[in-house]
């Protein structure tokens, strides 16, 4: 666990917004340790989204390193840089981007394009994670024929299909009604959990953010604050008995309350925020 | 999930947009095959027609020569003979009575033919297919009124003068049918007769017979007429076919019976419709005893003919005296006639090739013109349309180039389905332009239409009411304006290529879509 999977060293970055240059990260550092799962956390216009692009190698940085698995893609060119985005990072977005004419399989298919896998391969492999993320027997329909949160697991399962180094999810609850917004984050978790899945997320939902690790708080470019996440399934504690739990488990055993999304030690920043100002 | 695969599933995507695009190229891509079919089919028209009237100058040329030299034969056979009618009054005319016959046009249906063969001698001037004024050669001019009958007897000192060995006297009468025939111009009719047979009366005598050629010598079937024979007659192949007999049978001519002793095969226009029969009978059956239309006077020899036709003229001022030397030179005159006549529809078909030929590389200027309009318009629908689902589908390229597509990879997707585009649209095009090739370039090009008609002059000549004239008949070939098998291959060819350049542009704008684009919130 102590594998250090992503480095971020001074990393900088400037945008041309008129004749005013806007600073939206500037040196930022950042270490991610292998099977991490992070949210990164902040007000509008703090950056999240450039981090996470510079992190997701499709925007380049300023100045500064990004090391991925070692190697800096930070200053990589295109022509070798959609390999690192195909072989190293999976991408869950807020409105799922799936491809409204590929079913669900052949939208998980997608990545595993020109990597020399065979179909019949890649169509284990698709009906496999479409199978880990609870999608069994739903790998032909389109996308129009699932809800949201049943687009945003095909999505999942399209970001893991290449088995990556990192998932970086932008928002990926930023979409769905609450129902579905707790599935999502099971889901993760729980990827997190079994697979041993690295996860950044971008996110503005405290509540979201509570069952990560890790939560970074962004602003003017920085992190300004590191804070503990709940994620109680990875310690296996409940909350409020201090009883034993099953990772998997909702309500504690011992106690019989509710242990996920359910705010015990919230963040103090970003309380009652909505995911509204992306748009 | 093959990369066709989703491009076809991108075009059917938007359906109808795909089919009005694809429409609208099929349209394009036709009339771009159209083009060049209706060209070759111009140029194997224009090809045929000219060479059409290449072999019927040559035919009519050749045609000519052989008449002349055939007359020319004839004349120098019968340098001894002098023609003698009466200089007919009214020359050219609709119709006739029996026994009276005057100047007839002569030559109807016949136009064309210089007739050719055996001359007899009493039918010389038919030979060209009556088109010359009666009297102009002497008498027997087809059509019978080619002159006023005579009085035979009034001529009986004629075998008197010095040098006259023979007097062949010949009756020659038309008998046919009125026609009304419209005019071609104002809605006028009038009418005219429609010759169905004509009769010639030959004093039989076995001097005549047998020393001068007074009867035909083609004889088919049965025997030729005998001297001193009398009820009998000799009938023409038309004849035969006229009256419904055949040799041993009996015709009824005016109302009289004749045996049928044999028939004559055609050897020259004028003598198609002639029967032969004794003279007597003749004159007997048409109602003109003692008359006669033409007396053929034979001298002993060649030197004499002038003499003796100076001699008739001078005991008879009012015939109409006709020697050799006189046909030879009118010969000579109708030979350089029909020589400019030829020079002139030479040049006027020299003219209109190179017209033609003009017309052609016009043509095939403007189909460039066409061609380049329409390869421009092909693909720059390609390129707008393509350049228009590029734009709508910014986020969709940004997720793919997200999760791992190059750059390479999104660029031959979207050639793919702009190609794929094009390619149903030549499928289309094909099927297009097998139904209205013919109509699009009749559109589209100068003088293609389903039948062309390049020339206004065909090499044909007539002689007819003793004009000699060139027939204004045209010669027309027929453009078939059709998508062969190569100009199918063509058009694929051409759909894809044009489909590639068309969406080169999109497809490279697709690749240099920012990955980031995924991220843009609609």
Redesign the interface.
């Known amino acids: 666990m102590s594998e250090t999977v992503l480095k971020v060293e001074n990393v900088s970055k400037n945008y041309a917004l008129g004749k005013r240059g806007v600073k939206a990260l500037s040196n930022l550092n950042l270490e991610v340790k292998k099977g991490e799962f992070i949210a990164i956390m902040g007000p509008s216009g703090s950056g999240k ?1 450039t981090l996470l ?1 510079v992190l ?1 190698c ?2 380049k940085p300023t100045s500064g390193k990004v090391l991925l698995d070692n190697i800096d893609v930070a200053n990589m060119p ?2 070798q840089l ?2 690192i ?3 190293k ?3 869950v ?3 799922f ?1 799936l ?4 079913n669900a399989r ?1 939208n998980v ?3 595993m ?2 990597i020399g896998k065979s179909k019949t391969e890649r169509n284990a492999r698709a009906k496999e994670l479409l199978a880990m993320v609870g999608l069994l027997g739903r790998e032909e329909h389109l996308p129009q024929r699932l809800s949201q949160g049943e687009q945003q697991r095909v999505a999942i399962a ?2 893991l299909a ?1 088995d990556p180094a990192i998932v970086l999810a ?1 928002e990926p609850t930023g979409n769905l009604d609450i129902k579905n917004k707790q599935e999502i984050v099971k889901l993760l978790a729980n990827l997190n959990l079994k697979e041993g899945t690295t996860i950044i997320m971008v996110t503005h939902d405290g509540h979201v953010a509570a069952h990560t690790e890790r939560i970074l708080f962004l602003g003017d470019g920085k992190i300004n604050k590191e804070k503990e996440g709940m994620h109680l399934a990875k310690k296996n504690i409940c909350p409020f008995c201090k009883g034993k739990l099953q990772p998997i488990d909702e309500t504690c055993p011992s106690c019989g309350k509710t242990v996920r999304f359910k705010k015990k030690a919230s963040p103090e920043k970003d309380k009652g925020e909505t995911s509204s100002d ?2 | 999930m093959g990369v066709v695969n989703r491009a076809f599933r991108n075009i059917s995507r938007r359906k109808i947009r795909a089919l009005l695009v694809i429409i609208a190229l099929g349209f394009s891509l036709a009339i771009l095959v159209s083009i060049p079919a209706g060209i070759v089919a111009n140029q194997n028209a224009t090809q045929s027609l000219t060479g059409n009237l290449s072999n019927a100058i040559s035919q009519s040329e050749a045609n000519l020569n052989s008449t002349i030299t055939q007359t020319e034969a004839t004349i120098n056979q019968s340098l001894k003979e002098i023609d003698c009618s009466l200089t007919p009054t009214a020359p050219s005319g609709f119709g006739f009575t029996r026994g009276s016959g005057s100047g007839s046009s002569g030559g109807n249906g016949f136009t064309g033919s210089f007739g050719g063969g055996n001359f007899t001698p009493g039918q010389f001037s038919g030979g060209f297919g009556g088109g010359f004024t009666a009297g102009q050669f002497g008498s027997g001019a087809f059509g019978g009124g080619s002159g006023s009958p005579m009085n035979e007897t009034y001529y009986a000192d004629i075998s008197n003068i010095t040098g006259v060995a023979a007097v062949a006297p010949v009756l020659q009468v038309t008998e046919g049918h009125n026609v009304t025939v419209a005019a071609p111009f104002g809605g006028f009719t009038f009418n005219r007769t429609e010759p169905d047979y004509i009769i010639e009366g030959i004093q039989l005598t076995s001097d005549l017979i047998s020393n001068y050629h007074i009867l035909p010598t083609n004889i088919t079937t049965g025997s030729n007429l005998q001297a001193g024979e009398s009820g009998v007659v000799l009938l023409s192949e038309n004849n035969s076919a006229y009256f419904g007999v055949s040799v041993g049978g009996t015709v009824t001519i005016l109302g009289q019976n004749f045996q049928v002793i044999g028939i004559h095969g055609t050897s020259s226009v004028s003598d198609v419709q002639t029967l032969y029969m004794n003279l007597s009978d003749a004159q007997a059956l048409t109602n003109n005893t003692d008359y006669i239309t033409t007396l053929h006077v034979f001298a002993d020899n060649a030197a004499d003919v002038s003499a003796v036709a100076s001699a008739l003229s001078s005991l008879h001022p009012e015939l109409d005296v006709t020697t050799s030397q006189t046909r030879l030179e009118q010969l000579q005159n109708l030979k350089s006639t029909y020589q400019t006549m030829l020079n002139s529809t030479q040049t006027n078909y020299e003219t209109q090739v190179q017209a033609a030929q003009t017309t052609m590389n016009q043509t095939n200027s403007q189909a460039f013109e066409e061609i380049i309009v329409l390869v421009a318009a092909t693909s720059l629908i390609v390129l707008f349309v393509m350049l228009y689902t590029v734009r709508e589908r910014t986020k969709e390229i940004g997720t793919l180039k997200a999760i791992g597509f190059s750059n390479g990879a999104v660029m031959s997707q979207f050639m793919l389905e702009g190609v794929l585009l094009s390619v149903l649209a030549g499928i289309v095009a094909i099927v297009i332009g097998s139904v209205a090739a013919p109509f699009l370039t009749s559109v589209l090009l100068p003088h293609v239409s389903s039948a062309v008609n390049l020339f206004g002059t065909s090499s044909r000549i007539i002689i007819a009411g003793g004009n000699p004239a060139i027939d204004t008949a045209t010669s027309t070939a027929t453009v078939a304006v059709s998508l062969s098998p190569e100009l199918m291959l063509i058009a694929f060819g051409s759909a894809i290529f044009l489909g590639a350049i068309g969406s080169l542009y999109p497809a490279w704008r697709a690749a240099r879509t920012r990955p980031a684009e995924a991220m843009r919130y609609e």
């Open positions: 989204t692009n997701g499709i925007d295109e022509s959609y390999k985005r195909r072989n990072i999976g991408f977005f807020q409105s981007n491809l409204p004419y590929l052949e298919e997608l990545p394009e020109n399209r970001a290449n932008d992306k748009q």
